[in-house]
Nanobody, 124 residues
């Protein structure tokens, strides 16, 4: 059974930092393209950061330069380092997996597995 379990969320003041983790079981993260999305209250889910084709890394414009996505295959875990947090970063953060169609390419389909989310609250 595949599980993605996020942790590391919490409440911080603007300008602070958090490191989110997404521990995977039932699959090897090295065999998937992984990413993070978030959903703020009353808004739709939006992509935050992801690994793409040929190892490319993509960030939403709103987090570029502040957030860093990384992956530890030995620990089977995905991370999101979040610095210089802003109140508009307040959201539930989810990790997800997308199938690989080759060693260097990711499926263009929607993610196939999602975690339950971890809450991030940034106060001004």
């Amino acid at each position: 059974q595949v599980q993605l379990v996020e942790s590391g969320g919490g409440s911080v003041q603007a300008g602070g930092s958090l490191r989110l983790s997404c521990a995977a079981s039932g699959l090897s993260v090295s065999n998937y393209c992984m990413g993070w999305s978030r959903q703020a209250p009353g808004k739709g889910r939006e992509g935050v950061a992801r690994f793409g084709n040929f190892g490319g890394i993509f960030y939403a414009d709103s987090v570029q330069g502040r957030f860093t996505i990384s992956q530890d295959n030995a620990k089977n875990t995905l991370y999101l380092e979040m610095n210089s947090l802003k109140p508009e970063d307040t959201a539930m953060y989810f990790c997800w997996t997308r199938r690989r169609i080759s060693s260097s390419a990711c499926s263009a389909n929607d993610p196939n597995y999602w975690g339950q989310g971890t809450q991030v609250i940034v106060s001004s």
